[in-house]
Every structure is written in structure tokens, then in C-alpha cells.
């Protein structure tokens, strides 16, 4: 979806997308496809820069899926407030960092490592 086609989306519009992606982009890596996995990451992406350059920074309404049912829309969410909301993100990426609970915990693990080295610098 182009960013003008984004533009026309209200806030709710764009979390339902972000959690459809998010679930979709589980499922592909689970099937090994990569590229969809790719194409799913750009999609998230246009989602969240969407929502930041919206007047006021509309990026905090992705907060309550910090407690969504699936993990990789709960990882997701998190990555994409760690400027917004550093503790409650951190929180959650801590918690799905438990390599015995998810199959997330590589990517949140690799996060907190990358904001702690100083290399992943939230905008």
C-alpha cells in the first residue's frame, strides 16, 4: 500500500493492518519464505512512520498490543515504540526474549542487545 493510500486510513484502519501483517508475517516465517517475510517487514514499516509523522506522533496507539495474543504482533508493537513508550516496549521485548516461550525471542533478544550496544536507535 502506498503511503498516499495510508494517508486516507484512520488510526484503527492501520492497527487492524498492523496486526494482520504482523500475524501474516508469522505465518511466512514459519513456511521459510523469506521474501514474503521481507515484503510483510516494508509493509509494517509504511504502517508505523505513518502513524509517526501523523500530527502528535500517533504511534501510542499501538500501545495495547503490547498485550495482544500473538507474540509476534506483541514484538512487533514493541519495536515500534521503543521511542514512544521505551519502558512498556522494553518490558514486552524482555519478556518475549525467553527463548523457552517464544519463537520470537531470537529477534527481541537481538533488539535489546542493539539498544543496549547503542547500534538501534529509536526515532
Do not use: C, W
Amino acid at each position: 500500500m502506498k503511503a498516499s493510500a495510508l494517508s486516507v486510513l484512520s488510526d484503527d484502519e492501520i492497527v487492524d493492518l498492523f496486526i494482520q501483517y504482523s500475524i501474516e508475517q508469522e505465518n511466512m516465517s514459519l513456511e521459510m519464505r523469506s521474501r514474503s517475510v521481507a515484503r510483510l517487514y516494508h509493509k509494517i514499516d509504511a504502517l508505523v512512520t505513518e502513524l509517526r509523522f501523523r500530527e502528535g506522533d500517533r504511534r501510542h496507539v499501538l500501545l495495547p498490543l503490547l498485550k495482544h495474543a500473538n507474540p509476534q504482533v506483541r514484538l512487533k508493537a514493541a519495536q515500534s515504540l521503543l521511542a514512544v513508550a521505551r519502558d512498556e516496549a522494553l518490558a514486552a521485548l524482555k519478556e518475549l526474549s525467553d527463548p523457552q516461550l517464544y519463537m520470537q525471542a531470537l529477534d527481541a533478544g537481538m533488539t535489546l542487545i542493539n539498544l543496549d550496544r547503542g547500534i538501534l536507535i529509536p526515532e
